[in-house]
């Protein structure tokens, strides 16, 4: 009993000391469709109390939420502008968040990123209970996984990510509470995410985050990002990437490697901008307001374009080549 218990402690030790355990917190969406099958709404870059058509996108995404009988909503973050919430009392949560996505069809659980913009306010506000008490449908971490059925979706604060934050903040104040010291909070961000993408055994692994990593948008293309992240999302052949900050809806990808879908209309749009990129890449650029949904099922996965009047912009379809299937299907024939 003794000596069990020793094995046990030395086992636990072991484990802390060569770091295989993930601080990441993990939570389940339940699948309710009977063939398993998921959809999905996502925006970003939205809260303007109604303002620059938020109401009017909201109202778009309730009547294809309600066509698509969505399971859940992904926000990308920039939840609140200008600067984030001030408090768990600021008035902002109910002004861009309850009264706006009103439809019954988007009563529905609400997981969200941070942005920068969120960063310049009070970031323990939008984490807190608090407002989840308010409004059940909001659920907001820095960094978490999802599990939902066959698909894995992998919430990646990229805020800390970037250097002109740190370096020329432009006036700008950013509350990098329980972040600092900044390198050590990505080193451990970066290995938890690694080994809980190691560990999954999902048909689909999506990461979804705020900045983009591919993106002819006004912002460009977030370096550090490139630099630090994608290798890891490349290495556990991660199916898609999502993120919001370039105010425009924007598809880029190329057969056989990871899809880059940027969801950032939910507000204020129409910048006029866009940085070249390689027209064969470049699947839809537009840089309106509007927002995206994901259908998914064992077999692919189809995302649609939608701008303000609901009209289709772009779609795509990525299917699985999933190689359980193949041997499944051959052991038949
Ligand atoms: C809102 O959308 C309409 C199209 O429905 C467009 O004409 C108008 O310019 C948009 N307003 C803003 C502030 O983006
Ligand atoms: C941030 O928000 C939390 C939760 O509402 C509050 O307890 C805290 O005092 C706020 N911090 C500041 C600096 O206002």
Redesign the pocket.
């Known amino acids: 009993m003794k000596k069990f218990r020793v094995r046990l402690i030395f086992l636990i030790l072991c484990m802390f000391f060569n770091g295989s355990l993930s601080k990441l917190e993990r939570l389940e969406h339940p699948v309710t469709k009977s063939d398993g099958s998921l959809n999905i709404l996502v925006v970003g870059d939205w809260g303007r109390q109604g303002g620059?058509?938020q109401s009017?996108v909201a109202h778009q995404m309730g009547i294809v939420g309600k066509q698509l009988d969505i399971d859940f909503v992904i926000s990308v973050g920039d939840n609140f502008y200008d600067d984030g919430l001030k408090g768990d009392t600021d008035p902002a949560f109910e002004a861009s968040f309850s009264r706006i996505y009103t439809h019954p069809s988007l009563q529905k659980q609400w997981y969200s990123v941070l942005g920068n913009h969120d960063y310049r306010g009070n970031v323990s506000a939008q984490l807190s209970h608090a407002l989840t008490q308010k409004d059940w449908r909001w659920f907001c971490r820095r960094s978490f996984v999802l599990c939902s059925g066959m698909v894995e979706f992998f919430f990646v604060d990229t805020n800390p990510f970037v250097d002109e934050y740190f370096t020329d903040p432009e006036d700008h104040t950013y509350d990098w509470s329980n972040v600092l010291p900044r390198d050590k909070y990505i080193s451990s961000l970066l290995h938890d995410l690694d080994l809980e993408m190691k560990k999954s055994r999902a048909t689909w692994k999506f990461v979804v985050g705020h900045h983009g990593i591919k993106t002819a948008g006004q912002h460009g293309v977030t370096q550090e990002l490139v630099d630090q992240l994608l290798p890891i999302l490349e290495e556990n052949k991660v199916d898609l990437y999502i993120n919001g900050h370039d105010h425009c809806l924007q598809h880029i990808g190329s057969d056989g490697e990871i899809q880059f879908l940027t969801s950032g209309g939910g507000s204020k749009?129409?910048r006029g901008v866009i940085l070249p990129w390689d027209p064969k890449e470049l699947k839809l650029y537009y840089d309106g307001?509007g927002f995206m949904s994901l259908h998914i099922t064992h077999s692919q996965v189809k995302f649609i374009y939608y701008d303000?009047?609901g009209n289709v912009l772009h779609q795509s379809t990525l299917p699985k080549k999933s190689k359980t299937f193949g041997s499944i299907k051959r052991l038949f024939i």
Do not use: C, D, H
């Open positions: 620059f058509n009017l749009a129409w307001q303000i009047s």
